[in-house]
T-cell receptor, first 114, second 114 residues
Framework: GAVVSQHPSRVICKSGTSVKIECRSL??????MFWYRQFPKQSLMLMAT?????????EQGVEKDKFLINHASLTLSTLTVTSAHPEDSSFYIC??????????FGEGSRLTVL | AQSVTQPDIHITVSEGASLELRCNYS??????LFWYVQSPGQGLQLLLK??????LVQGIKGFEAEFKRSQSSFNLRKPSVHWSDAAEYFC????????????FGGGTRLMVKP
């Protein structure tokens, strides 16, 4: 079946540094990718929607300058957490929508900011 | 805006017993509805989805869900729970062209007693 891969699966960084998380659709083209954030023992919250070749659409309350999203190709979207702080520590999950509209989730990336 | 409520934060059932996880949604149009399962520290696995047609939807792992428009509900059921079913379960409603922009409920943690 279709696979969405996220890398890295875990990352630990120092406060003030930037971290890039990749979301790849391995065997299909993803016209749209979605980024979610999940705090411990909580639900997933949609952060932004990215369409290939265009600017991402951010949900209310999500800082676009803090969470940079790039969707440069039909198989890759990246989320960069800029100047990360401990409160940015979370589980980040992407999903990718295929050309037929099917949706597939990545396995998530756990960010810990010290 | 759409919303999803999962009234039960935790549920404990005995292995072999039946299971019903509740989900209520709020959405202005005909909803796209999903149930996902998440094991600790991992991504989401789709159990089943409803777009249209038969209101009783069969999914993987012996799960089913019934869409009841009059009650704005999409409850998940399984006739006999296995220990491996212990996980977090999320109900979601989808918006957008293909219903892929998901709003998740708060989740229900299922524990299975031997």
């Amino acid at each position: 079946g279709a696979v969405v891969s996220q890398h890295p699966s875990r990352v630990i960084c120092k406060s003030g540094t930037s971290v890039k998380i990749e979301c790849r659709s391995l065997d299909f083209q993803a016209t749209t990718m979605f980024w979610y954030r999940q705090f411990p023992k909580q639900s997933l919250m949609l952060m932004a929607t990215s369409n290939e070749g265009s600017k991402a659409t951010y949900e209310q309350g999500v800082e676009k300058d803090k969470f940079l999203i790039n969707h440069a190709s039909l198989t890759l979207s990246t989320l960069t957490v800029t100047s990360a702080h401990p409160e940015d520590s979370s589980f980040y999950i992407c999903s990718a929508s295929s050309l037929t509209g099917e949706l597939f989730f990545g396995e998530g990336s756990r960010l810990t900011v010290l | 805006a759409q919303s999803v409520t999962q009234p039960d934060i935790h549920i404990t059932v005995s292995e072999g017993a039946s299971l019903e996880l509740r989900c209520n949604y709020s959405y202005g149009a005909t909803p796209y509805l999903f149930w996902y399962v998440q094991s600790p520290g991992q991504g989401l696995q789709l159990l089943l989805k409803y777009f249209s047609g038969d209101t009783l939807v069969q999914g993987i792992k012996g799960f089913e869900a019934e869409f009841k428009r009059s009650q704005s509900s999409f409850n998940l059921r399984k006739p006999s729970v296995h220990w491996s079913d212990a996980a977090e379960y999320f109900c979601a409603v989808g918006a957008g062209n293909a219903g892929n922009m998901l709003t998740f409920g708060g989740g229900t943690r299922l524990m299975v007693k031997p």
